[in-house]
């Protein structure tokens, strides 16, 4: 068991080393870019929208409980903001891409393995990983770049309102605050680990499309496969960047 893990695992990093590699190949598949871009945006941008408003809520509800039991209510936006830009609205994006874009993306792939399409495209002399698990692993990562931002803003606007409306804070304190806690490489690791989740999420994908077993039903188990395992490698990336990012840069004020 431990000697297959590794076997999959060391396939799974040749994939994203290959995937990589080919990015920089000519030609580039444009037009199959552009498709799996407009794809994935329409699949996660209204899930995103609607969860970021609850997870904005929750945590400007808490932190706000939490300041206001140690006296330090005026930096409930600074605190709030923070956890929403830094690790809610990353981990959002990259469990929307992974749950919604990413197993469309393992199923596609899957579903052309078993009908030895890119069999055939590796007889004719195509690589099925520069004309088809490219442009799909880069519209993953542009479209969490992108949603990154949408969700921070949803996110941030969701825990002003709790925040003000449903704990009677000040307007002016919970703006106030950003400039005393925030900076602006907070917005930057949050964009850098949307880019990082979305490689990986559609790496994990098209890992698992690309092998699938035992015909239609070995599809559907690749595809609950994929979702499973971006998940806990999301969470592990996560908590390694973070950890970097805390050493790199010291917090505001510090």
Do not use: H
């Not at 078993?114 to 495209?121: H, P, T």
């Not at 004309?131 to 992108?146: E, K, N, Y």
């Not at 990986?200 to 098209?206: L, P, Q, R």
């Amino acid at each position: 068991m431990i000697t297959g893990a590794l076997r999959q695992t060391g396939r799974l990093f040749a994939l994203a080393a290959e995937v990589t590699r080919a990015v920089f190949r000519r030609p580039f598949q444009f037009r199959e870019f552009v498709e799996q871009f407009w794809f994935v945006a329409s699949v996660t941008i209204l899930p995103a929208a609607l969860v970021s408003i609850p997870f904005g809520a929750v945590i400007a509800l808490q932190v706000g409980s939490l300041t206001e039991q140690l006296g330090a209510q005026s930096f409930t936006g600074g605190a709030s903001v923070l956890a929403v830009v830094q690790q809610a609205s990353p981990l959002i994006v990259a469990l929307l891409i992974a749950g919604a874009g990413g197993s469309a993306i393992c199923a596609d792939l899957g579903s052309r393995k078993i009908r030895e399409e890119l069999d055939a495209m590796e007889v004719m002399g195509v690589s099925p990983v520069q004309r088809l698990v490219v442009p799909r692993v880069l519209a993953a990562m542009g479209v969490a770049v992108l949603l990154n931002g949408l969700v921070s803003v949803v996110g941030i606007l969701g825990g002003y309102f709790f925040n003000v409306i449903m704990q009677g804070g000040t307007p002016g304190a919970y703006l106030s605050s950003f400039s005393a806690l925030a900076q602006l490489p907070d917005l930057y690791v949050s964009e850098l680990k949307a880019l990082v989740f979305g490689f990986v999420a559609g790496i994990v994908a098209a890992y698992r499309g690309l092998n699938p077993r035992g015909g239609p039903k070995g599809v559907g188990d690749a595809v609950n496969q994929s979702v499973v395992i971006t998940f806990l490698l999301l969470f592990f990336v996560n908590m390694v960047m973070t950890a970097v990012y805390l050493q790199i840069v010291p917090p505001k004020g510090g």
